[in-house]
């Protein structure tokens, strides 16, 4: 199996878009790339519109080469609803667009289904289904909360299963649930790619006990698994002080790599929304 991380934070933008290709079939999850409008009262960098533009072209390439395109909730970010091209030909599993969300997102569901019906191969929703395509399972969770309560509605985990395993969160913000670590453990996937909580956020949105409480559901998962390469980025990754946040982690069972998706593919993190104020002081090169 190949999993290869496309765009995400620790490359400089707000996705989680990840491609995957089986023995049999070529997948990707959530085509979709942002920027933060408005960070430390401050609006998106040239630098960063420009990496923006650089990884919406990856996405588009690597999606242009999948079967599948999966779309896991309605966040900008995890979904683009102005490049029909991503979905054209394709089979779509998606999150439901009428159950387990809120306004926003439905209202955006609506909206993209209308776009994307008539041109995908077929569109089918995937809270707590599952599909075989050849030699590959795909698992899809039941609706699991985008943090902690309703508000920012639901999103749907995905396990994918040739020869391997590999399981893919989405926008759990931690896990902040027992949910979603009751959904790895039993599937027990050797890689995972997991939005670690938001601790940017905290004193704004959330407590410090419910950062504390997604880093202790993280340590439950590491011990209670055989996972190879533990992958944590998307929210995480918009804190400057991410690491010291993850220093610990490797001690719970030194086997498990602890990495962002930059790391994982070899590369340097480059966390520009979080370096905003740098970018804007002129103190970095690119």
């Known amino acids: ?19 995957v290709e089986t023995n049999d079939l070529r997948i990707f999850i959530d085509p ?7 960070r430390y009262s401050m609006p998106p960098h040239t630098v960063e519109l420009d990496r923006r533009r650089d990884m919406l072209e990856s996405v588009k390439e690597w999606a242009g080469l999948s079967d599948v395109v999966i779309i896991t909730h309605y966040h900008y970010d995890h979904h683009n609803p102005d490049e ?8 779509i599993l998606l999150k439901h667009p009428r159950e387990h969300i809120n306004q926003s997102q439905k209202q955006r569901a609506a909206t ?4 994307i019906e008539p041109c995908a191969r077929s569109v089918r929703t995937a809270d707590s289904q599952e599909f ?27 396990l994918i299963e040739d020869d391997q395993k590999f399981l893919y969160t989405s ?3 931690g896990p902040m649930n027992q949910e979603v670590v009751d959904f790895v453990i039993a599937h027990q996937p ?28 993280i340590k439950k998962i590491i011990s209670a698994t055989s996972i190879k390469s533990f992958i944590i980025d998307h929210h995480l990754l918009r804190d400057l002080n991410w690491q ?10 030194p086997a498990t790599k602890i990495c962002s998706a930059a790391e994982y593919l070899g590369k340097k993190v480059d966390i520009l929304e979080a370096r905003r104020k740098e970018l804007y002081g002129g103190q970095v090169c690119v």
């Open 190 to 217: 050797a890689t995972i790619i997991l939005d670690g909580p938001p601790t940017y956020q905290i004193g704004s949105h959330y407590k410090k006990s419910d950062i504390n409480q997604a880093f202790e559901n």
């Open 171 to 173: 926008d759990v913000q």
């Open 84 to 91: 029909i091209c991503l979905y054209k030909g394709k089979d």
């Open 1 to 19: 199996m190949k999993i290869l991380p496309v765009a995400f934070e620790s490359m400089g933008v707000r996705s989680m878009a990840t491609y």
């Open 32 to 38: 979709g790339v942002s920027v933060s409008p408005d």
């Open 112 to 115: 993209l289904l209308g776009l």
């Open 244 to 253: 010291d946040y993850v220093s610990d982690l490797s001690s719970v069972k």
């Open 132 to 158: 075989i395509f050849g030699n590959t399972r795909i698992v899809f969770s039941p609706p699991l909360l985008h943090g902690n309560s309703p508000a920012l509605g639901y999103v749907v985990g995905v």
